[in-house]
């Protein structure tokens, strides 16, 4: 059972930058999919970022240029750095993963385990 820890959130103005992590507990053997999505008040939760088992990443287009998504496999923890926050970048940031080292995309249907979330709140 893998366990999902997000961290880093807080307010920042706009144009600045914060970079979440994401501690990986449990049964971490192997490389498997790991993602990034965000979820605001009655709207669907949305795909921000993805890196697969080798490293390759994927990015929504309203955040590809600004985000960056990486992966520490000895700490077991990934991180999203995201850079020139827009106000729309306000949201729930929440880590996500599956059982395959594959990456089904930005849908949240196929993701299994997730955490708790951490807030971004992005202000003039």
């Known amino acids: 059972q893998v366990q999902l820890g997000e961290s880093g959130g807080g307010s920042v103005q706009a144009g600045g930058s914060l970079r979440l992590s994401c501690s990986v507990s449990g049964d971490t053997t192997g490389r498997v999919c790991m993602a990034w999505f965000r979820q605001t008040p009655g709207k669907e939760r949305e795909g921000v970022a993805t890196i697969d088992g080798d490293g390759v990443t994927d990015y929504a287009l309203t955040v590809n240029g600004r985000f960056t998504v990486s992966r520490d496999n000895a700490k077991n923890t990934l991180y999203l750095q995201m850079n020139s926050l827009h106000l729309d970048d306000s949201a729930m940031y929440y880590c996500?993963?599956?059982?395959?080292?594959?990456?089904?995309?930005?849908?949240?249907?196929?993701?299994?385990?997730w955490g708790r979330g951490t807030q971004v709140t992005v202000s003039s």
């Open positions: 996500a993963t599956w059982r395959w080292d594959f990456c089904p995309g930005f849908a949240a249907a196929p993701y299994t385990t």
